[in-house]
């Protein structure tokens, strides 16, 4: 039971600080293990890399064998609890579309973008019903189901959705313009203005996410957006402090290290190439 409630721990990153539905509420009465009680819940992760393509610099996903077999854990789990609780024949709508938006965001992190469509989709729609269009928790499955149609490449739907999150979560007085959702919400939509080639529009948001809050995941962002503007120096002040943070939070000799400064040496090496 411990186990399995290790692999639970790391699909439950996306929750609203105000959600309509609390984690605590999966566990019944029968069961002595509480989901509450995982503290550290990590990311699906935002860390990124970058490969070449038509001469640009694009972001992927990190994510390694180790997070592969846990996330795979945690689906199976999740889809476990929502198959009881559609047996159970439950009026408890808010839960379902908790466990619901969870397995959504666990099968984007395993690059399973269609299923995970579906059920942050269905996640939505109770949201609406039971939260509120203008509730954060809404907000949240907006924002995720952006990301997995971004990975779709359905930019326009991803960017109407991540437009409507972007607004609540602004407007919202527990949130607000200058919280850290914002943020993230601001690299999404930025990343999504990238990919349609909307270059200055992305620079744009994505500069205001980082100055809410810097983030590895916006600055490697940040900078495929300048290399595609050719502002290379800005892009390699952004590698640089990617640099840095990774130092100070892994220090020198850690994998996220050597990832940040293989980036900034390729961007070296392309930017060389470049002034030929």
């Known amino acids: 039971m411990k186990k399995t409630f ?13 959600p309509c ?25 935002e860390e990124t890399l970058y490969t070449e393509s ?16 846990e996330y795979d854990d945690g689906k199976n789990y999740l889809e476990a609890v929502l198959k009881s609780n559609e047996k159970s024949h439950s009026e408890d709508q808010p839960k379902k579309a908790f466990i619901m938006k969870n397995l959504g965001i666990t099968l984007y992190a395993l690059s399973q973008y269609n299923p995970a469509k579906g059920y942050l989709e269905k996640a939505l729609a109770i949201n609406k019903e039971r ?35 972007l607004k609540i979560y602004t407007t919202h007085s527990e949130y607000g313009p200058d919280h850290p959702e914002t943020a993230r919400t601001m690299t999404h939509l ?5 990919a349609q080639g909307q270059h200055k529009n ?62 900034l040496d390729l961007h070296d090496t392309n930017y060389a190439k470049m002034k030929k």
């Open 131 to 165: 939260c509120g269009k203008d509730h954060p928790e809404t907000a949240s499955t907006m924002k995720n189901l952006g990301r997995v149609l971004c990975a779709l490449h359905q930019y326009e739907s991803a960017k109407k959705y991540l437009d409507e999150a």
């Open 202 to 263: 992305a620079q744009n948001y994505l500069e205001k996410a980082i100055a809410i809050k810097e983030t590895t995941f916006a600055l490697r962002s940040l900078a495929a957006v300048l290399t595609t503007l050719s502002d290379y120096k800005e892009a390699r002040k952004c590698y640089e402090r990617v640099f840095k943070i990774c130092v100070k939070k892994y220090g020198a000799y850690h994998a996220k290290t050597k990832q940040a400064t293989y980036e």
């Open 190 to 194: 930025g990343r999504v203005l990238y």
């Open 54 to 69: 038509k001469g640009n610099l694009l972001p992927q996903s990190i994510i390694s064998d180790t997070m592969l077999i």
């Open 21 to 45: 539905f609390s984690a605590q509420s999966l566990t019944n009465n029968n069961d002595s293990s509480n989901i509450s009680n995982s503290s550290n819940i990590p990311a699906p992760p």
């Open 6 to 18: 290790y692999y639970l721990s790391v699909v439950f990153f996306f929750l609203s600080a105000t």
